[in-house]
């Protein structure tokens, strides 16, 4: 009699509409994982969704919801759950900068930078990690950033220690998770060519002052980051430049860091 072949797993990826995220989802596609997206542009996730399912014939589930919404997990979670399936592999990559300094946007602002990108994050690994710890397999990808491996820097007053959070949850995660089949990674890019500098208006200084070198694809860091997942390291900082940055940075004192940082920080954003 003929064996059911094993069911697909799934992977969740938040901000799957550009950038990053899409190119994360179409790598856990092409090693056979049936996907979730999330994002705002419902458009662009269909778009996204019907490319994926062309070329690896997977299923694709669509979830349009704004994370800034506190509801927003529980929401994805239980659309997936109403399709009778569990989160095998989450991939928290949903995010965004916001500019200037820390009072130059209102609260209502930071605090939603704070919900999207810290507590979703959160919530939505607590919320999929006792399944995963029962199956006895379980992949969560945080998309952190080299800013989280580096010294604060002016004008990012958020973004930065979050994603320096990020890397120190997801290395907690990691070690609570080891031998039980859950690896956590903190993907740890530096400037990558994607929709990011031109949603915070960036992308002209940063062009004319971040040489070629400290840029990198998204599918090449979507590609380190499955592959950091897969061998279970805690921490992947994509591109050998970025990696030096990240090695230097642990070695400086904390006062020449941030003179430093105040300096570059201005010659890079032009003022
Ligand atoms: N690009 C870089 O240089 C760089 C470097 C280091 C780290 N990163 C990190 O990489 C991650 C992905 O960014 P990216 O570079 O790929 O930029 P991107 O192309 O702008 O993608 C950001 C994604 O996040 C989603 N998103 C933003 N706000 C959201 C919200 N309120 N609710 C739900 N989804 C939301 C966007 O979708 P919708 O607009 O459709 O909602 C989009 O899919 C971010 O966490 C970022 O911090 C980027």
């Given at each position: 009699?003929?064996?059911?072949?094993a069911?697909?797993?799934?992977?969740?990826?938040?901000?799957?509409?550009?950038?990053?995220?899409a190119?994360?989802?179409?790598?856990?596609?092409?090693?056979?994982?049936?996907?979730?997206?999330?994002?705002?542009?419902?458009?662009?996730?269909?778009?996204?969704?019907?490319?994926?399912?062309?070329?690896?014939?997977?299923?694709?589930?669509?979830?349009?919801?704004?994370?800034?919404?506190?509801?927003?997990?529980?929401?994805?979670?239980?659309?997936?759950?109403?399709?009778?399936?569990?989160?095998?592999?989450?991939?928290?990559?949903a995010?965004?900068?916001?500019?200037?300094?820390?009072?130059?946007?209102?609260?209502?602002?930071?605090?939603?930078?704070?919900?999207?990108?810290?507590?979703?994050?959160?919530?939505?690994?607590?919320?999929?990690?006792?399944?995963?710890?029962?199956?006895?397999?379980?992949?969560?990808?945080?998309?952190?950033?080299?800013?989280?491996?580096?010294?604060?820097?002016?004008?990012?007053?958020?973004?930065?220690?979050?994603?320096?959070?990020?890397?120190?949850?997801?290395?907690?995660?990691?070690?609570?998770n080891?031998?039980?089949?859950?690896?956590?990674?903190?993907?740890?890019?530096?400037?990558?060519?994607?929709?990011?500098?031109?949603?915070?208006?960036?992308?002209?200084?940063?062009?004319?002052?971040?040489?070629?070198?400290?840029?990198?694809g998204?599918?090449?860091?979507?590609?380190?980051?499955?592959?950091?997942?897969?061998a279970?390291?805690?921490?992947?900082?994509?591109?050998?430049?970025?990696?030096?940055?990240?090695?230097?940075?642990?070695?400086?004192?904390?006062?020449?860091?941030?003179?430093?940082?105040?300096?570059?920080?201005?010659?890079?954003?032009?003022h």
């Amino acid at each position: 009699m003929p064996v059911d072949p094993a069911p697909r797993r799934l992977c969740l990826v938040t901000g799957a509409s550009s950038g990053i995220g899409a190119a994360i989802a179409r790598i856990y596609a092409s090693h056979g994982y049936d996907l979730a997206l999330t994002a705002r542009r419902e458009d662009r996730l269909l778009a996204v969704a019907e490319d994926i399912r062309l070329k690896h014939g997977v299923e694709v589930q669509v979830i349009a919801a704004d994370l800034a919404d506190p509801a927003a997990p529980d929401r994805i979670l239980g659309e997936i759950a109403a399709h009778g399936r569990s989160v095998s592999a989450l991939v928290n990559n949903a995010g965004y900068g916001l500019t200037g300094r820390y009072v130059a946007s209102g609260w209502a602002e930071q605090a939603a930078m704070l919900q999207v990108m810290l507590t979703a994050v959160c919530e939505l690994s607590h919320k999929v990690l006792p399944d995963m710890t029962q199956q006895g397999f379980g992949r969560i990808v945080n998309v952190a950033s080299l800013a989280g491996l580096i010294p604060a820097s002016p004008g990012q007053p958020l973004y930065t220690p979050i994603k320096a959070f990020l890397v120190k949850f997801s290395e907690t995660l990691h070690l609570e998770n080891l031998h039980t089949g859950v690896h956590v990674t903190a993907l740890c890019p530096g400037l990558t060519y994607t929709e990011f500098h031109d949603v915070n208006h960036t992308r002209k200084t940063l062009s004319r002052r971040a040489p070629a070198w400290m840029w990198l694809g998204a599918d090449e860091v979507a590609a380190a980051g499955y592959e950091a997942a897969e061998a279970n390291r805690p921490i992947c900082v994509t591109g050998a430049p970025n990696k030096a940055i990240a090695a230097i940075a642990k070695l400086l004192p904390d006062e020449w860091a941030l003179a430093l940082m105040g300096r570059e920080y201005g010659r890079l954003r032009g003022h």
